[in-house]
């Protein structure tokens, strides 16, 4: 089992940055693929990145390639999103998951077992 437990959100303008992390215990860390989520108001959950349990591979929604970027500190228990050239469009709460997975990465939310309970981000602009 995993408990999960997401900060560094906040407010930013346009073309600023931020790096969230999702600090994770109650589980070996380790073994599973852990991926980011975000659902701003009035829209469904949507994926935004993935990594695998070795962070050998990631994955990314189109929305962000080249902006954003997922690591993870498998000593520290730790998964993060580093957000650059952030936009008023990334607005939303931001969420972390973890699936239980040897090889690989997973895109939908439905396939995840374990969640945190967000963080807001918030660009102006």
């Known amino acids: 089992q995993v408990q999960l437990v997401e900060s560094g959100g906040g407010l930013v303008q346009a073309g600023g940055s931020l790096r969230l992390s999702c600090a994770a215990s109650g589980r070996i860390f380790s073994g599973y693929a852990m991926g980011w989520f975000r659902q701003a108001p009035g829209k469904e959950r949507e994926f935004v990145a993935a990594?695998?349990?070795?962070?050998?591979?990631?994955d990314y929604t189109d929305s962000v390639k080249g902006r954003f970027t997922i690591s993870r500190d498998n000593a520290q228990n730790t998964v993060y999103l580093q957000m650059n050239s952030l936009n008023p469009q990334d607005t939303a709460v931001y969420y972390c998951?973890?699936?239980?997975?040897?090889?690989?990465?997973?895109?939908?939310?439905?396939?995840?077992?374990?969640w945190g309970q967000g963080t807001q981000v918030t660009v102006s602009s």
């Open positions: 998951a973890a699936v239980r997975m040897l090889l690989g990465t997973r895109r939908q939310a439905k396939e995840y077992e374990y």
């Open positions: 990594i695998s349990r070795s962070g050998s591979s990631t």
